[in-house]
């Protein structure tokens, strides 16, 4: 079966750690994704990647920071510096001929 | 800066119903329009991607149709069923993705 998976879904944290959120893709794509969402504001995004190790800032990079190994896997990592990291964090991958998105199940993640 | 609106917020509606949902867009200069669902706590599927040279794709009950020059994208579904109730997003591709706040939609039984 191919897709997206993120894990895990549910991650609690307290306030000054960093913590890394996984999102593996076997569909050969090229492009990889990370989105935040929040209530009422809808879908932002925060990093995207091209090829490997190549990647660059979405609207909403601060606090946050990524790595492109392999193509199937990229990892977001929510530092110490994102001043409101909560929310459901959500992973996507395309196809570079047509762009349509491909998104995992998301990652709810909660700090205190 | 693209902007994208989609009204209604929500909307309810009997089952066996047609109905539309709603997408304006800013900037016509789009490369395609994508329509997803959404279900509370899950990720986003992916209905209908529309190319910029198309205007309309249709899947199943689910017709989408894009006019660039106006700035808007429908959603019709036909015959709504109850398992359709979700958010549905609407997301505009430019330099990069860009979605709209979604409608919430409730087909009552």
């Known amino acids: 079966d191919g897709g997206i998976t993120q894990s895990p879904k549910y991650l609690f944290r307290k306030e000054g750690q960093n913590v890394t959120l996984s999102c593996e893709q076997n569909?050969?794509?090229?492009?990889m994704y990370w989105y935040r969402q929040d209530p009422g504001q809808g879908l932002r995004l925060i990093y995207y990647s091209q090829i490997v190790n190549d990647f660059q800032k979405g609207d909403i990079a601060e606090g946050y920071s990524v790595s492109r190994e392999k193509k199937e896997s990229f990892p977001l990592t929510v530092t110490s510096a994102q001043k409101n990291p909560t929310a459901f964090y959500l992973c996507?991958?395309?196809?570079?001929?047509?762009?349509?998105?491909?998104f995992g199940p998301g990652t709810r993640l909660t700090v205190t | 800066k693209q902007e994208v609106t989609q009204i209604p917020a929500a909307l309810s509606v009997p089952e066996g119903e047609n109905l539309v949902l709603n997408c304006s867009f800013t900037?016509?200069?789009?490369?395609?329009l994508q329509w997803f669902r959404q279900d509370p706590g899950k990720g986003l599927t992916s209905l209908l991607l529309?190319?910029?040279?198309?205007r309309e794709q249709t899947s199943g009950r689910l017709n989408a149709s894009l006019d660039k020059s106006s700035g808007r994208s429908t959603l019709y579904i036909a015959a709504s069923q109850p398992g359709d109730s979700a958010t549905y997003l609407c997301?505009?591709?430019?330099?990069?993705?860009?979605f709209g706040q979604g409608t919430r939609l409730t087909i009552n039984p």
């Open positions: 997301a505009a591709l430019l330099q990069k993705l860009v």
């Open positions: 996507a991958s395309s196809i570079m001929a047509t762009y349509e998105q491909y």
């Open positions: 900037d016509s200069a789009i490369y395609n």
């Open positions: 529309i190319q910029s040279s198309q």
């Open positions: 569909l050969n794509h090229d492009a």
